[in-house]
């Protein structure tokens, strides 16, 4: 081991000390007056936090301040405890009060979370004990004094969980976005009149702000708060209207709305070296529709959107799958899914998938909606538990870069092709074949994590006249999603035109594999063909029975415009209508017999005979 010594690179400089009664007598505003307060070369406490995501969906700024929250929870009446950590403030919960992660996250009685909060989420932290090798170098900045270097011991250090989000991301076309565009054009005018001696700007000197504008735009958002001196060519504020105050102008755009907007940026950006064009986020201001992949659905919009929603209990998400950031069953997915039998929990009973089936035979509903809420709620305790077992975990890993010896072999890109928010390899992926510290999901990550590749063949025509293969391996992400997005469009139509055109090669091996893809497409038509036959009747069966002794005065279109639902009721077993429908429900509204199905009244909406069934 070589050691060195520090001074010999970098001039230290002593540690700026102020009293405790320094710091209580001023005021926050007062205290970080200047940038160059903002800095850990005094005596301050300092915390530092390690965020678990490696892509988070916001992160604050600089200077942004956060709030450490220390949440216990009482043990019962009798417990008037109060708990004061090292650092942080100190929140007491009830025992029947609310977590303050909603239904993602529980804190039992006598248990104290730590919990990282702003305006924008909060997340939970845990707290670790730094190495006794490990400690902190400071290097401050400044225009004046040039670079100071100081050198402290760690004092505080935390680990940051999957965060929460308090507010949603816009979408890159929403209102959010253009009203915050509007109000720092606004901004930035009524700086430059303010700093102007005539009180005038020209739309040249706003133009700069915003390279990615012109004259003209700008123009004609200033009217609608400025007017035009035509004499002078320049902009002044209306009559009657003063300037407003350097508070109010900053309020105009938060410091979380910046957040916001560059959480929304990056978003973009990930689509974008994915492969998706600047028209495939039209529609980020509804929710996810079907058929989207998943970088789609992992856009920061849809993710903050369908946590908030769910919080609310307007949605469900998939809690497992292909949106957990840790990719091991260690953090939950923003997806959303459906409400009506979505959720599908991990390791799902055979018994309960026959129970299913039983009820779709049985014309009900192919879920129970309490027993999806309780295996909901479990899964969701599972993942928090999870969660803080792995990031309170004190075991020291062996390096991977070290001891993993990376397979240098091609893998199925169709497969394995990474999404742009795991290019990086994850702790899952480098953790060795023989650790028993992962979770039960590390088995399923790691499949889907490793190194990736393409082999790219081509024939290319030697020098001598032979066409020889060369073969490229490409390990870009991009490039292979790209290849990859070709070949299957030319694959799409090659098979369209290739059924119509085979035939016989008198190649034994060539004929039976077109003679099986000849009878896979037929199959396919004919399961198609069923599946019409068998949905055209279902809709005419309810006209069928009415007019089976009366000639024919309507289309067959009509027929089934007016054949109504295709479900199955529950009580009667007929098709048409479900089980809470009174009118249509013979055993709803009197007209046939729990005891005697057969006894039929005459005015049956059924005519004269007995309904289908």
């Known amino acids: 081991m070589m050691v060195f010594d520090v001074q010999a690179f970098m001039p230290l400089n002593n540690t700026i000390v102020y009293k405790k009664k ?22 301050s406490k300092m915390l530092l936090l390690e965020y678990s995501e490696e892509h988070p969906i916001m992160l604050s700024n600089f200077g942004m301040s956060s709030r450490l929250v220390n949440y216990y929870r009482r043990k019962g009446a009798e417990d008037v405890a109060r708990p004061k950590l090292d650092i942080g403030e100190t929140n007491v919960l009830l025992p029947h009060d609310k977590s303050p992660f909603s239904n993602f996250g529980h804190i039992d009685p006598g248990e104290m979370t730590s919990t990282i909060y702003n305006n924008m989420y909060k997340a939970p932290v845990f707290k670790h004990q730094p190495a006794n090798t490990d400690f902190l170098v400071v290097r401050s900045t400044t225009a004046y004094n040039g670079h100071f270097w100081y050198l402290r011991n760690i004092e505080n250090l935390h680990v940051v969980g999957q965060q929460f989000p308090s507010v949603d991301v816009p979408g890159p076309h929403s209102r959010k976005v253009t009203t915050a565009a509007k109000n720092r054009l606004k901004m930035i005018s009524f700086r430059l009149i303010k700093k102007s001696s005539t009180g005038k700007i020209r739309v040249s000197e706003i133009t700069e702000h915003f390279p990615e504008t012109s004259d003209m735009q700008n123009r004609q958002k200033m009217k609608e708060f400025m007017q035009f001196d035509k004499e002078g060519k320049e902009w002044e504020m209306r009559p009657g209207e003063a300037i407003p105050d350097s508070d109010v102008i900053r309020s105009m755009v938060k410091p979380e709305d910046v957040c916001l907007l560059e959480s929304m940026q990056v978003g973009q950006q990930y689509l974008q070296d994915a492969g998706f064009s600047r028209g495939d986020d039209e529609s980020s201001d509804d929710d996810a529709v079907e058929g989207q992949s998943v970088e789609q659905m992992l856009a920061p919009w849809f993710t903050s959107r369908n946590f908030l929603n769910a919080v609310q209990g307007k949605a469900m998400l998939q809690l497992h799958g292909e949106g957990d950031p840790s990719g091991r069953g260690e953090a939950f997915s923003f997806i959303k899914t459906s409400m009506k039998g979505g959720f599908r929990p991990v390791g799902e009973s055979v018994e309960e998938k026959i129970d299913a089936k039983k009820m779709r035979e049985m014309g009900g509903h192919s879920y129970n909606v309490v027993r999806q809420q309780k295996a909901y709620d479990e899964s969701a305790i599972h993942i928090w538990n999870a969660q803080k077992n792995s990031l309170l975990s004190t075991q020291e890993h062996s390096d991977p870069e070290r001891e993993v010896d990376y397979v240098d072999e091609p893998i199925d890109a169709r497969v394995h092709v990474r999404t742009p928010q795991s290019e990086v390899h994850t702790p899952a992926s480098l953790r060795r074949q023989d650790d028993e510290t992962g979770s ?30 060369q073969e490229d391996v490409i390990r870009n992400p991009k490039i292979i999603r790209e290849y990859l997005k070709r070949r299957r469009e030319r694959d799409a139509e090659a098979d369209a035109i290739a059924l119509l055109e085979l035939k016989p090669t008198g190649d034994v091996e060539t004929d039976r594999r077109n ?14 063909k069923d599946r019409r036959i068998k949905r055209d009747r279902q809709r005419g069966q309810h006209a069928t029975a009415n007019t089976t002794n009366l000639p024919s005065t309507t289309a067959p279109t ?18 048409g209508h479900i089980k809470t429908n009174k009118k249509l429900c013979p055993m709803l509204n009197g007209t046939m017999s729990r005891t005697n199905p057969t006894n039929v009244a005459i005015n049956s909406p059924f005519g004269n005979g007995a309904p289908p069934v």
């Not at 994590?449 to 020098?463: N, P």
């Not at 003679?515 to 198609?528: D, H, M, P, T």
């Not at 007016?562 to 077993?573: E, L, P, S, V, W």
């Open 440 to 469: 039960q999901y590390t088995g399923f990550s790691r499949e889907d994590q490793g190194g990736k590749a393409l082999i790219v063949s081509r024939q290319v025509e030697g020098e001598d006249g032979n066409i020889e293969i």
């Open 22 to 43: 320094y710091w209580r007598a001023k005021d926050p505003s007062r205290r970080f007056r200047d940038s160059d307060y903002m800095t850990l070369s005094d005596n």
């Open 558 to 575: 009509t027929t089934a415009r007016n054949a109504g639902t295709q479900r199955k009721c529950a009580n009667c077993g007929q098709v």
């Open 515 to 528: 003679q099986q893809l000849l009878a896979e497409e037929l199959a396919r038509l004919q399961r198609n």
